[in-house]
């Protein structure tokens, strides 16, 4: 199936395009730039130099893919901004390509970018992810796979938001946010475990009771972190979720929110 591309819409002719792809008015693709299949461009759509997009993609009007960096440290090294597969990408989103740090900025398949949110330089950005308008991830963010991410969000650099979060609007936070939980408030804080994000995805009602009984060792138990996680290595059953959990929390840079 061949592209439909719109008179007034630029693509360099060092541009790698698929088939099927749908490029409205007034579209930019650099050079540099590769699309995949069955992608559509609505007008306005920017996918600038370093860009890698998938398959079966929605860009809607005003969405600036591959920019650089809003880093001084950038000397302008080559590094691309990546985006998988069956994305929604609504108005203004911004997802800016990688520095020497990493060398890419990556948002995985099957996600709602909403309007106006920012993906910094660097950011892993997973799969099943819903992240709210205005939401803003500085460089270097990790976000782990089935996170939901309320509009007004502000995630502070090198920060991890684990998988089946759910983060309240408004929210400000310069630490990591475990897997499964709820967390919201000022300054924010854990919520309670994400009950209504964990059952829409099938988990079990053993699983939630288990996963449960980690987080209440973990963040009703009085002890230090460390004596915590013997605790819950001692007395949950050691299930993948549960070994997802010490990890991310054993592995935490910036701490986790509490």
Known sequence: MSNQISPLAYVDPQAQLGEGNVIGPFCFIDKNVVVGNNNTLMNGVSLLYGTR??????????????????????????????????NTIRENVTINRGTAAKGHTIVGDNNLLMEGMHVAHDCLVGSGCIIGNSTKLAGEVIIDDFAVISAAVLIHQFCRIGSHVMIGGGSRTGQDVPPFVMAAREPIMYCGLNLVGMRRRGFTREQIDNIHSAYRILYNGGKLLAESIDDIRQS??????????????????????R
């Open 53 to 86: 997009l998938g398959n079966d993609n929605r860009l809607f009007p005003g969405a600036v893919i591959g920019a650089i960096p809003q880093d001084l440290k950038f000397k302008g090294e080559e590094t691309t901004a990546e985006v998988g597969n069956n």
């Open 236 to 257: 949950v059953q050691l299930t993948p979720e549960i070994e997802y959990i010490l990890d991310f929390v054993q592995t935490s840079k910036r701490g986790i929110i």
